[in-house]
């Protein structure tokens, strides 16, 4: 038991690099020469928005549309109903890393709690992605006209440099290529030396070493209780799973259960980091084919939570009614809990 908690509290250090990573390029502004690139690339003007969210949406912060949102807000006609598009757009288009992004707590608290490889959370994943990724696209080339979204011009756009974009986004793009490749939970310690490697890349060309400033040390240690009881869970996985077979009705219905309260928790603290430990934890106790179906449920609950960071700067950058929101955000959470039944059927 000790041996199998010290083994998943190695992970920790990999969630901390991520969050040295996040605060150093949010704070000296490492990735911004991705948007003069797309500024000068794309011609529509949706496309612009959609992308600049997208980039802006990267990195792995309390709020995530804070980084997109000032970029946009540059760029937005001062037209209310204008402003109000750039909203919701910037919201879809900043919510799918929760679903893929190996910087995102999302992702990394359920992989580590259930030993899975990058490779094999994403085969739970991909399908919601896709939905996500799928339903951002109808709606904003779709339902939102080229006019509807008016840019002006931005004074901050510059001239483009292939070695400040490489400097800043190579690193990232090694990343993903390593964890797919090498991303064995067998060998935690490979996961926090890369993050630490990174962490240390990003402290030198920032020139700032002073790593504590961006560790949040409650989400720290939050997710050093969800790996140790993810260890405690193992053992009682199998009791667990033999009394859902012996009693299907009761199970079935202990399961409804869990996903209501699971569901009315991600919504009431609007947590990423919280959710996922939800998630982590109930995969664990009850198996991984009900971890598409639990991440359904919590994503679902968090990203129409009032008390999620997003929503409260979507609204102060671009006056986007709340109730245009949740008009949108239901349709998608409808299509992902179905897609997320499916997977509860067959489990």
């Known amino acids: 038991?000790?041996?199998?908690?010290i083994e998943k509290e190695l992970f920790l250090p990999y969630i901390i690099g991520i969050m040295i990573v996040g605060g150093l390029?949010?704070?000296?502004?490492?990735?911004?020469?991705?948007?003069?690139?797309?500024?000068?690339?794309f011609k529509?003007?949706?496309?612009?928005?959609?992308?600049?969210?997208?980039?802006?949406?990267v990195l792995p912060i309390e709020g995530r549309v804070v980084m997109s949102a000032p970029l946009l807000d540059s760029i937005a006609s001062d037209k209310?109903?204008?402003r109000s598009k750039f909203g919701i757009v910037d919201y879809l288009s900043t919510h799918h890393y929760y679903w893929w992004s190996p910087?995102?707590?999302?992702?990394?608290?359920?992989?580590?709690?259930?030993?899975?490889?990058?490779?094999?959370?994403?085969?739970?994943?991909?399908?919601?992605?896709?939905?996500?990724?799928?339903?951002?696209?109808?709606?904003?080339?779709?339902?939102?006209?080229?006019?509807?979204?008016?840019?002006?011009?931005d004074k901050r756009v510059g001239e483009f440099s292939w070695n400040k974009l490489l400097k800043g986004w190579a690193p990232?793009?090694?990343?993903?290529?390593?964890?797919?490749?090498?991303?064995?939970?067998?060998?935690?310690?490979?996961?926090?030396?890369?993050?630490?490697g990174l962490a240390c890349y990003y402290s030198y060309i920032c020139n700032d070493w002073k790593w504590g400033r961006y560790i949040n040390w409650k989400f720290a240690g939050f997710a050093a209780i969800v790996l140790a009881l993810a260890s405690i869970f193992s053992q009682i996985k199998g009791p667990v799973m033999e009394y859902l077979k012996l009693t299907s009705a009761q199970g079935s219905a202990a399961i409804v259960a869990l996903s209501v309260v699971g569901f009315l928790a991600s919504f009431a603290m609007g947590s990423s980091g919280?959710?996922?430990?939800?998630?982590?934890?109930?995969?664990?106790?009850?198996g991984p084919q009900y971890l598409t179906w639990f991440l359904c449920v919590e994503y679902s609950g968090y990203i129409i939570s009032p008390m999620h960071k997003c929503l409260l700067i979507g609204q102060q950058y671009f006056g986007t009614p709340i109730k245009t929101y949740y008009k949108v955000l239901v349709a998608l959470i409808a299509c992902l809990l179905g897609y997320g039944g499916l997977t509860l059927l067959a489990a």
């Not at 990232?172 to 630490?196: E, K, R």
């Open 44 to 57: 529509s003007n949706r496309l612009v928005v959609a992308a600049t969210a997208l980039a802006g949406g």
């Open 274 to 286: 919280k959710y996922a430990g939800i998630v982590a934890l109930l995969a664990k106790a009850l």
């Open 172 to 196: 990232i793009v090694a990343t993903m290529i390593f964890l797919v490749n090498y991303g064995d939970p067998d060998m935690p310690y490979l996961f926090s030396l890369w993050f630490g």
């Open 103 to 153: 910087l995102e707590k999302t992702v990394v608290l359920p992989m580590a709690a259930l030993g899975l490889s990058y490779t094999q959370m994403l085969g739970y994943t991909i399908v919601p992605l896709a939905i996500t990724l799928a339903f951002a696209g109808v709606f904003i080339f779709k339902y939102v006209k080229e006019t509807d979204v008016e840019i002006v011009d």
């Open 1 to 5: 038991m000790i041996e199998s908690i």
């Open 80 to 82: 209310a109903q204008s």
């Open 25 to 41: 390029v949010k704070q000296y502004g490492v990735l911004n020469e991705v948007f003069v690139a797309l500024r000068k690339t």
